[in-house]
């Protein structure tokens, strides 16, 4: 918000929040209903097209949003501006969407005064598209250009154009980030190509559609944050420079402030003197700059189907919310499977985002799978076989470590990524399976004073761990099922064995609050813990919480430090600015330079990691008992 807001800052639909798409919907069932009802003669096709040009402009700027997180995802890259987002950012711009709200009542509204009259709004007319691009070049530019150097004298700026500039690192959506206020002049400014052609009697479907989706265009191109535009484009037709700008050219303006104002056609501040003397050479050293290697790499997979969204790339504001399965998500499920078919399709990995901690440079890649595969036999070759590419790439790029993220680590799978360094055993990239930090933090999440635990659930390395020390600092162990004690039992080779416990009675430990739970967990079993019982997952995956009267922690997981920059989106199921112990794992062993791998059967030394991680700024992550609560 500006720092001083103004009259009509915000969205009049602001208070309705998700409803607010509602308002459109009488015109849109309106339109379609007249459009299937009607005889073909009679079709009303321009009031029919305003709904889904609306959608095409949503996805126009999606795809948009998408590329530019794509192609920063790689630090270097033709990137420009080469800092990091926050989520303050994220949230101030998650209304993107209001200004083409607001564009549909205009529209529609425009068709209900017989602005637009179908009978005289043709597919196509050529002079109508000439005039509207002559009206955009003459009128509209000169217009914006004042209009832009107005809004940056102190009284406007402050109470309304300071919004747009709270962004310094621009994304796309970043272009249409400004007060209702502003949205109402520029409305008013882009509406002259329109009327013109409407006056003249010359416009046409095509005319207005297409003026419109120009405008998104060069909106997300200026404000995308990599230079994409090739040198030999201005090289064949030298005077392009005075009719388009380029990303760096406006990006300047976000970090210089009193520079290159024009709007899409840099001519006026060449004529005007107000172009920034480093815009040629902002962009040439944008375009040369190459991408850098990460240090660090983090592998992750998908989980659902409609996971796909949560990524970075996918839907920015839901990014940046811990993860839930949303209803709205179904009415697009061809586009989820359209996704599905695409992953599956395209079989490589992929760059979703990076960070920056500390001089390290800091990689999440994505295989290209979903949870369900993982439990396919059919499927484990495959995904080891990604799995074994990305560790090769790694290595190729020169990252220092490599963590094992969600399921890319198993026994079943590859022995927590043993399989891999015993076939390329002059890996300089160091393999991490982060049990030792899933451990330590389990341990320091529970409560003081315990003396005795339930073990429940599916034995993995970090659950043998786990049993193990716990049993070696004086803590009994209690498990539920014979198998796991005897598998238990075994492993400890009798030492400290005393301390395992196996009942075949939840009665006998009603008393019992605190148990360790993992994969497998059933609802009979939640079921019967005594109430305020706290559940700790020591699993990749959460268990689910059937209990209001009980508590449930949340899966191995440290907070960040302050200081590690870009980090807007959040991991799975995670709160903000929280990382799994997992992948924190990896960088402190890239920080701490330890010069071994953690897979296997091998675990580094648990109160070595622990300290190690609280020395580097990560934190244990808050917790809050339901007795806490009440």
Same mark, same amino acid.
């Given at each position: 918000?500006?720092?001083?807001?103004?009259?009509?800052?915000?969205?009049?639909?602001?208070?309705?929040?998700?409803?607010?798409?509602?308002?459109?919907?009488?015109?849109?069932?309106?339109?379609?209903?007249?459009?299937?009802?009607?005889?073909?003669?009679?079709?009303?096709?321009?009031?029919?097209?305003?709904?889904?040009?609306?959608?095409?402009?949503?996805?126009?700027?999606?795809?948009?949003?998408?590329?530019?997180?794509?192609?920063?995802?790689?630090?270097?890259?033709?990137?420009?501006?080469?800092?990091?987002?926050?989520?303050?950012?994220?949230?101030?711009?998650?209304?993107?969407?209001?200004?083409?709200?607001?564009?549909?009542?205009?529209?529609?509204?425009?068709?209900?005064?017989?602005?637009?009259?179908?009978?005289?709004?043709?597919?196509?007319?050529?002079?109508?598209?000439?005039?509207?691009?002559?009206?955009?070049?003459?009128?509209?530019?000169?217009?914006?250009?004042?209009?832009?150097?107005?809004?940056?004298?102190?009284?406007?700026?402050?109470?309304?154009?300071s919004h747009h500039h709270s962004s310094i690192v621009t994304q796309p959506i970043t272009s249409v980030i400004h007060p209702f206020a502003e949205h109402i002049v520029y409305y008013m400014l882009f509406a002259i190509p329109m009327a013109s052609a409407l006056i003249s009697r010359t416009a046409s479907i095509a005319s207005?559609?297409?003026?419109?989706?120009?405008?998104?265009?060069?909106?997300?191109?200026?404000?995308?944050?990599?230079?994409?535009?090739?040198?030999?484009?201005?090289?064949l037709f030298p005077p392009l420079k005075f009719l388009m700008y380029t990303p760096s050219f406006h990006s300047l303006h976000h970090t210089q402030f009193r520079t290159n104002y024009s709007l899409f056609m840099p001519f006026y501040d060449y004529l005007y003197g107000t172009m920034d003397k480093s815009s040629d050479t902002?962009?040439?050293?944008?375009?040369?700059?190459?991408?850098?290697?990460?240090?660090?790499?983090?592998?992750?997979?998908?989980?659902?189907?409609?996971?796909?969204?949560?990524?970075?790339?996918?839907?920015?504001?839901?990014?940046?919310?811990?993860?839930?399965?949303?209803?709205?998500?179904?009415?697009?499920?061809?586009?989820?499977?359209?996704?599905?078919?695409?992953?599956?399709?395209?079989?490589?990995?992929?760059?979703?985002?990076?960070?920056?901690?500390?001089?390290?440079?800091?990689?999440?890649?994505?295989?290209?799978?979903?949870?369900?595969?993982?439990?396919?036999?059919?499927?484990?070759?495959?995904?080891?076989?990604?799995?074994?590419?990305?560790?090769?790439?790694?290595?190729?790029?020169?990252?220092?470590?490599?963590?094992?993220?969600?399921?890319?680590?198993?026994?079943?799978?590859?022995?927590?990524?043993?399989?891999?360094?015993?076939?390329?055993?002059?890996?300089?990239?160091?393999?991490?399976?982060?049990?030792?930090?899933?451990?330590?933090?389990?341990?320091?999440?529970?409560?003081?004073?315990?003396?005795?635990?339930?073990?429940?659930?599916?034995?993995?390395?970090?659950?043998?761990?786990?049993?193990?020390?716990?049993?070696?600092?004086? @803590?009994?162990?209690?498990? +539920?099922? $014979?198998? %796991?004690? #005897? /598998?238990?039992? =075994?492993?400890?080779?009798?030492?400290?064995?005393?301390?395992?416990?196996?009942?075949?009675?939840?009665?006998?430990?009603?008393?019992?609050?605190?148990? @360790?739970?993992?994969?497998? +967990?059933? $609802?009979? %079993?939640? #079921? /019967?813990?005594? =109430?305020?019982?706290?559940?700790?997952p020591f699993s990749q995956f959460p268990p689910k919480q059937l209990r209001k009267d009980c508590s449930y922690h949340s899966t191995p997981a440290m907070v960040t430090p302050r200081s590690l920059e870009n980090l807007h989106s959040c991991e799975n199921w995670l709160p903000r600015r929280v990382m799994s112990a997992w992948?924190?794992?990896?960088?402190?062993?890239?920080?701490?330079?330890?010069?071994?791998?953690?897979?296997?059967?091998?675990?580094?030394?648990?109160?070595?990691?622990?300290?190690?991680?609280?020395?580097?700024?990560?934190?244990?992550?808050?917790?809050?008992?339901?007795?806490?609560?009440?």
């Amino acid at each position: 918000m500006a720092s001083k807001p103004g009259v009509l800052t915000n969205w009049p639909w602001t208070p309705l929040g998700s409803f607010k798409y509602l308002i459109l919907a009488p015109w849109a069932i309106n339109g379609t209903y007249l459009f299937v009802s009607m005889e073909k003669s009679e079709r009303d096709l321009s009031y029919f097209l305003i709904f889904p040009f609306l959608l095409w402009r949503m996805l126009h700027n999606q795809i948009w949003i998408s590329l530019s997180r794509y192609w920063t995802a790689k630090p270097g890259n033709r990137s420009i501006v080469d800092k990091g987002l926050e989520f303050d950012q994220i949230d101030r711009e998650s209304n993107w969407d209001d200004q083409i709200l607001f564009n549909g009542i205009l529209l529609y509204l425009a068709y209900k005064s017989k602005t637009l009259d179908p009978s005289r709004l043709p597919v196509w007319r050529t002079d109508g598209v000439i005039l509207t691009i002559l009206m955009h070049a003459g009128p509209v530019e000169f217009l914006y250009y004042w209009l832009h150097r107005a809004l940056h004298h102190h009284f406007l700026y402050s109470r309304y154009h300071s919004h747009h500039h709270s962004s310094i690192v621009t994304q796309p959506i970043t272009s249409v980030i400004h007060p209702f206020a502003e949205h109402i002049v520029y409305y008013m400014l882009f509406a002259i190509p329109m009327a013109s052609a409407l006056i003249s009697r010359t416009a046409s479907i095509a005319s207005i559609a297409g003026y419109i989706t120009y405008i998104d265009f060069m909106n997300n191109l200026g404000h995308c944050n990599f230079e994409l535009i090739p040198k030999s484009l201005f090289s064949l037709f030298p005077p392009l420079k005075f009719l388009m700008y380029t990303p760096s050219f406006h990006s300047l303006h976000h970090t210089q402030f009193r520079t290159n104002y024009s709007l899409f056609m840099p001519f006026y501040d060449y004529l005007y003197g107000t172009m920034d003397k480093s815009s040629d050479t902002l962009y040439e050293t944008s375009l040369k700059r190459e991408a850098k290697s990460p240090e660090v790499v983090h592998l992750m997979h998908l989980t659902t189907p409609e996971s796909i969204y949560h990524l970075r790339l996918g839907f920015a504001s839901f990014a940046s919310r811990p993860f839930t399965s949303k209803w709205y998500l179904w009415l697009i499920w061809p586009v989820t499977w359209w996704s599905m078919m695409l992953t599956w399709l395209y079989g490589r990995t992929f760059v979703v985002e990076r960070h920056r901690f500390d001089k390290l440079s800091l990689q999440t890649w994505v295989i290209p799978k979903y949870s369900l595969q993982y439990f396919l036999e059919w499927q484990k070759e495959s995904i080891n076989n990604l799995i074994e590419e990305a560790i090769l790439e790694a290595e190729e790029k020169g990252a220092k470590v490599l963590s094992l993220g969600l399921l890319n680590q198993g026994e079943g799978l590859n022995r927590y990524g043993e399989v891999y360094i015993k076939k390329h055993p002059q890996l300089n990239v160091k393999v991490v399976d982060g049990s030792s930090l899933a451990v330590a933090v389990v341990l320091n999440s529970i409560p003081k004073g315990t003396t005795e635990v339930v073990l429940r659930g599916k034995l993995t390395k970090v659950a043998y761990t786990l049993a193990f020390t716990l049993c070696q600092k004086g @803590i009994r162990v209690v498990t +539920l099922r $014979e198998d %796991e004690y #005897l /598998k238990l039992k =075994k492993s400890f080779n009798t030492k400290f064995e005393s301390n395992l416990v196996f009942s075949k009675s939840y009665a006998d430990h009603d008393h019992q609050m605190t148990w @360790i739970v993992g994969d497998g +967990l059933d $609802e009979e %079993e939640q #079921l /019967k813990a005594s =109430k305020g019982t706290l559940f700790i997952p020591f699993s990749q995956f959460p268990p689910k919480q059937l209990r209001k009267d009980c508590s449930y922690h949340s899966t191995p997981a440290m907070v960040t430090p302050r200081s590690l920059e870009n980090l807007h989106s959040c991991e799975n199921w995670l709160p903000r600015r929280v990382m799994s112990a997992w992948r924190v794992a990896a960088i402190v062993h890239a920080l701490e330079g330890w010069n071994e791998h953690e897979c296997g059967n091998k675990v580094c030394n648990i109160e070595k990691v622990w300290e190690a991680s609280l020395r580097h700024g990560f934190q244990p992550l808050i917790f809050q008992t339901q007795s806490n609560k009440q």
